[in-house]
Structures are given as structure tokens and as C-alpha cells.
């Protein structure tokens, strides 16, 4: 069913990575999807490539729950894994027909660019597997902070994602609620051409762009009256603060980066 | 003569395959006869929608049968969608299903995917307006601008216009005013009366219950955990109390009446009913 979809993927632990400060994670995150980037070799890229594995495997995620995050990108990895084994040509020649050569280079290339996309897929999830959505804004919220120098208004952003985070599960409901009531007066959602199909969601829409609305006028008002008057002078329940534990991670991701620099520097480059 | 509706073995678990799974309709079965009035009471996730939800196809059972006058609805695609219109659903809030410009269109969305002509469709709209109480005037407005109470009277029409053989309410009431209660219960009576058709009703109001059904059923824990008259029904109300539900407020005055030695019968449901039977005992006793 439609309500099947998980979004906001939080895997409740206590692991290491579940307590480092989520401004951390998130920077560190970045560092490390930066670090990945800058890989050259197989070497550097391996040693980027293991971090993200031990990282996966101490924070208690089970490892299906990892590979259900890669799911969705096996079709991308394919494609471009096949493009750049046609696409990329240089060394040994494998296999040659039909105009297309398969090359070591282009193979090289193409294990290259699939490592790299799996291990960028981890170590993003990982972040979202051990971070809750709110907390996640939170330390956005913070993270950005310093914007509001050019008068963004940093606070209204996360506000406005946090919300939108809780009110998918409540959409989803909403629309399957919709959909059966639609269905129970013989509204036909299945068949016909795509034009047919667009004008049967109407039925659909229109209710939910209407509840939408409702709801969000509905929420405005509540937040008016527990006195909600935007970031000005909010104070907060959780604070977050910076622990020895956070640092010492700064410093592993920092050398990290620092090895995948140096290997780079010493061993043959793929791409 | 086969059944309005059938359920042989009926199971639905939600999110099946999960570490959540729960069973919310377990194995029930059931008969609802042609033209009789049922209503369906029982404590919240006790299964009621979802079982209601099975009468026309909206849900798929995972095991077990639907019989809508002896058919197998999922025996094919067709028949499932007959099901459909043979069986009309009303969801719970059924106002937040409106969408068209007009009142009248909308009252016309389920007639149309019928495929009926167009001078059908609108006798079955102004038969169901002014069966539920739209006024004339309203059926050219957008639904969006009519009061909560209208609202809800014109959606139900969207369902009734589509003239079902079984008509099912999920929580009419929910919501409603003491009179918006009173005068939906009059209009559910009055449509079996006058259609004949078959007419099924879940509901958190006992008192609801007792002044239309004439069978009741009770759900609780996904399964049905009795079945009767209304009589048979509230004459357990210990059974019913355990199960987190309870017998009309008027049936346990009386109850209390009796307690104190007051020589009223036990089988008073509805507050009619109870204020024939005071007055009578008033003037009886003014009579000494
Ligand atoms: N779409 C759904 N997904 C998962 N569980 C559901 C869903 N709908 C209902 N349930 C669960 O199934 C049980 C029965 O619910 P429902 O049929 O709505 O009960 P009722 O109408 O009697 O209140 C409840 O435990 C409820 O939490
Ligand atoms: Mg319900």
C-alpha cells in the first residue's frame, strides 16, 4: 500500500554514531562526500571505501536495512557502469565487435565510478539512518545559522522542512483515504491513457489540495496560540553540545581525508 | 435466496510480511440478509472499517470470501466493479471526498462512472438531494461554500445517488451536533423504508444503534464477539462493558430504576421508549 513508503529513514540505536552531535555528523558528513570526490586511485578510494563500511558496521544499522537504501540507485549503477565501460577507452583491449571495445581502462573506470557511487550512498545514509529528522533540521538550522547575516531567514527554512518532514506520513494517509472514498463511487484509477488517467486524479487532488490547506491554516493557529513568533529569541529544549567524542571524530575524518590526499599523491590515477 | 452480503473466513492483515503485521479482521464470518438494517458497534481498532472495506473490494482479503448476493466479488475484474456499485461505501468525514465545481456534480460523480444516460443521472441526483435534504438552491453552489452540516448531507447524497442494494455508513454521525445526530438517524431509517434496500451501519453510539438496527453486530479484537437483536445485544451489558463498550445511558437508568425496586422492564433502548414508559408510571401514580 501507498503508506508503505518510509521516508525520513531513522534506525533507533545507540551506537556511537547515533550520539555524536548531528551538527557534527553533518559536517563531517559533507567533509567525507567531498574526500570522496577527490579520489583518484583505487587506493585512496578503498581507504574511503573501508571507512564507510566500519562506519556502517558501528552503527548498528543491520546490513539489510543498508542495502534496501541501495536499492533504488541499482538502475543507475548499471547504466553508468555499462556507459563507462563502452564509453571510456585506453589499455588493454578485452573484447572487440559491433564497433564497441571494451577496454581496461574503460572496466577500471567503470568499478571505479560504482564504488564510488555505493560508498556515497552509505555514507549519506548512515547520516540519515542515525539521525532523526527533526534533529536533522535542527542541526541544519544551526549549521546555516550564520547566513542570517545575509538576512536569510535561516529559522523559517528548517521550521518550515521540519514540517513538511511530519506531515508526509499524515499526506499519505490523507490520500489513501481520499482514493478509497473515490474508488467507493466507482472512480476507476487503473485504466485507460494517460490523459484519461491525469483527469482521474482530479477527484483525488482537489480534496487533498483542500485538507492541505485546512491543516495548515489549522497549525498557523495553533502555533499562534502557544505564542510561535519565529526564531527571534527561541530558546531550545535540547541543547546540543559539542563532546570529546565529536572531536576525536573530527580529527579521524580530517586524517582521513588528509591519507586520501597522500595515497592520490603516490599511487596511479584511474580518472 | 443468497445473502446481501457474505464473509466465509475473512482475514486482513495490514502491513503483512513486517515485524508489525497485525491481523485486523481474523477469520470472521458472517451473513447480512437482504433488507435488513445491521449496525456494527465495537471499541476503536476493533476492525470495523477494515471489515466494512471488504463488502465492496476496497481492500483484498488475505484469506477467506466475499459474497455480495452469493457472488465471489474478486472472481473477476468485472464483478469487482460491480461490487462497487452494488455496494455503496461512506467513509467516515465523507465531506472531505467533494471535489467537483457543483454540488450537483458532485452528486452526479458516482451515476456517471455508473456509464448511466444523462436523464438518469440527473433523476438519480435530485432523488438523492432531496432524499438527504440539499436544498435546490445549493445543488448549482460549490460544495466548498456550504456549512459542515450540508457538507456532509450532500456527500452521503454522492453515495445514495448511486442507488446501491447495499448502502454502508461508516461513523455517520462522527462529529455531529445532538440534532445533526438525530436527523441523520431519521434519514438513515427513512431511506430503508422507503428503498428497502439493505442497509449496514458502524457506529461509537450505542443509542444510535438501538433506535434503527435491527440486528447488531459486535466486533471486538477483530473478530465478532456476539450477535443479536438489539434485545439480545444490550442484555449483556457486563460482556459488553468488558469488551470497552457499553449499553444506551437510557437502558442503564433504567437498570438503576429497577435497582431501587421501581417496577420498570429492562428492555427500554431508546429515550422514546423510556419516556412513554415513565410518564405512564407518573400518571399511574398521580392516578392513587
Ligand atoms: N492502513 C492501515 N495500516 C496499518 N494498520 C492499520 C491500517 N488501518 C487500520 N489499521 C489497524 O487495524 C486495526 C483495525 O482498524 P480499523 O478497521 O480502522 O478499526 P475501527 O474502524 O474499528 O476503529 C487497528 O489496530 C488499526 O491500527
Ligand atoms: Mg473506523
Known sequence: MIRDITIGQYYPGKSVLHRLDPRMKLILTFLLIVTIFLCKSFFSLGLIALTAVIAAAISSVPAKMMLKSLKPIVIILVFTAVLNIIYTEGGTVYFEKWGIAITEKGVNTAIFTMIRIVTLVIISSLLTYTTTPTMLTDAIERVLSPLKIFKIKVHTLAMMMTLALRFIPTLIEEIDRIMNAQKARGADLESGGIIQRAK??????????VSSFRRAYELAFAMTCRCYTGGEGRTRMKQMKLAFRDFSALVLCLAITAGVVVLNHFFEAVI | MSFAIETVNLTHYYSKGTVQQVAAIDNVNLQIEKGELVGIIGHTGSGKSTLISHFNGLLKPDSGKVLVDGVDIWKDKETLKQSRFKVGLCFQYPEYQLFEETVYKDIAFGPKNMKLSEAEIKE??????EFTGVKAEHLNKSPFDLSGGEKRRAAIAGVMSMEPEVLIFDEPAAGL??????DLTELIKNYRKQTGSTVIVVSHSMEDIAGMADRIIVMNNASVAMQGSVDEVFSKGGELREMGLNVPEITEIF?????????VPANVYTVEQGEKILRSLIEGRSAK
Open chain 1, 200 to 209: 482521474a486524479l482530479v477527484p483525488i487532488f482537489i480534496p487533498l489540495m
Open chain 2, 124 to 129: 438519480r441526483v435530485l432523488r438523492a438531494a
Open chain 2, 177 to 182: 451536533d445532538p440534532r445533526g445526530r438525530k
Open chain 2, 255 to 263: 437498570a438503576k430504576l429497577r435497582a431501587r425496586g421501581i417496577d
